[in-house]
């Protein structure tokens, strides 16, 4: 069974963590990212091609942290793959002990370093949670035609709380949690009284009782970060007492400042009705979880 899902239906509060694969075919990068995380959390999310930058697969990475003990989560974008692709890599995955998956959209290609390629969205996130679910339930494929095994998986979609109009944001959860997502994992929080907000119409709808759902927390390095993702990040929401909070600190000062709101937040989140855990990205700054994980007071993890 999934380590993840093990933890969650047992009531505990979950905590994961991202790990960016390499700009290159070198194992030992995710290895190492790997370790830092190992024991910290329970479960390691592999991003697929994150920013629309090509990296390494993050089936081939997930495989990689499987062979060292940890519990990946499989993130798949239907950005670059048709329905065909897609759900092979599931049964692929499946196959290799991968026993989560996490269906997204997937970064616009023009945002990457490949804008002239052509986005495939054959199937959009919801149908393609739809699709898992229905390839592990009755062990059909699209069409109908039928597996001689079906996937055994974890199923999750991610979450904008953040993003406009606040009404819908809670309407779209409903579907991807109708459609088969069993965990959510939510855009990094920053604004907790929006969050607490979209919580709200989260729970009024009943939804914290359908599926698990990990608010996302990312640490800032910086006042730096932290202006350009207010400004550059679609999606992003960060308060300007936040940023103000950072500029206060001296420059030497601001990763211990942007630790210390990210501790601040995940202990927010763990009194919060309905919030079932935390996701942590820290991309390229793995090092900073198990610092986060410890103030935080959520070592030692579930064995």
Same mark, same amino acid.
């Given at each position: 069974m999934s380590r993840l899902k093990a933890v969650l239906e047992k009531g505990g509060f979950a905590v994961t963590a991202e790990c960016g694969p390499p700009k290159g075919a070198d194992p030992d990068t995710v290895l190492r990212k790997g370790q830092l995380l190992n024991g910290k959390v329970d479960a390691v999310n592999v991003t697929d091609n994150q920013t629309a930058i090509v990296r390494m697969s993050?089936? *081939? *990475?997930?495989?990689?942290?499987? &062979?060292?003990?940890?519990?990946? !989560?499989?993130?798949? !974008? $239907?950005?670059?793959?048709?329905?065909?692709?897609?759900? &092979?890599d599931i049964l692929g995955a499946s196959a290799l002990g991968i026993r989560n998956v996490l269906c997204l959209s997937g970064d616009h290609q023009s945002f990457g370093n490949q804008p002239q390629a052509m986005g495939v969205f054959d199937l959009d996130s919801i149908q393609f949670v739809?699709?898992? /679910? &229905?390839? /592990?339930? #009755?062990?059909?494929?699209?069409?109908?035609?039928?597996?001689?095994?079906? %996937?055994?998986? @974890?199923?999750? =979609?991610?979450?904008?709380? @953040? =993003?406009? %109009?606040? *009404?819908?944001?809670?309407? /779209?959860?409903?579907?991807?949690?109708?459609a088969g997502a069993e965990f959510i994992q939510t855009q990094c929080i920053y604004n907790l009284e929006r969050f607490e907000t979209w919580m709200g119409l989260v729970r009024d709808r009943g939804l914290h009782e359908k599926a698990f759902i990990l608010g996302g927390?990312?640490?800032?390095? &910086?006042?730096?970060?932290?202006?350009?993702?207010?400004?550059? !990040?679609?999606?992003?929401?960060? %308060?300007?007492? $936040?940023?103000?909070?950072?500029?206060? $600190?001296?420059?030497?000062? #601001?990763?211990?400042?942007?630790?210390?709101?990210?501790?601040e937040t995940v202990e927010r989140l763990k009194e919060m009705p309905g919030v079932k855990g935390v996701h942590i990205m820290a991309i390229?700054?793995?090092?900073? !979880?198990?610092?986060? $994980?410890?103030?935080?007071?959520l070592l030692p993890r579930p064995s």
């Open positions: 993050s089936l *081939a *990475a997930c495989t990689l942290l499987k &062979s060292a003990g940890m519990d990946p !989560v499989l993130q798949v !974008v $239907v950005r670059d793959r048709n329905r065909i692709a897609l759900q &092979s739809q699709t898992v /679910r &229905s390839m /592990r339930d #009755q062990g059909l494929v699209l069409g109908g035609d039928k597996l001689s095994r079906g %996937p055994d998986v @974890f199923i999750g =979609a991610a979450a904008n709380p @953040f =993003a406009d %109009p606040m *009404a819908f944001r809670a309407v /779209r959860l409903a579907k991807k949690i109708a927390v990312t640490p800032l390095k &910086s006042a730096k970060m932290a202006k350009y993702m207010r400004d550059k !990040v679609s999606g992003m929401d960060i %308060p300007d007492q $936040v940023i103000e909070r950072m500029e206060k $600190v001296p420059p030497g000062k #601001q990763r211990e400042e942007g630790i210390r709101i990210c501790v390229e700054w793995e090092d900073a !979880v198990g610092e986060i $994980v410890e103030k935080a007071g």
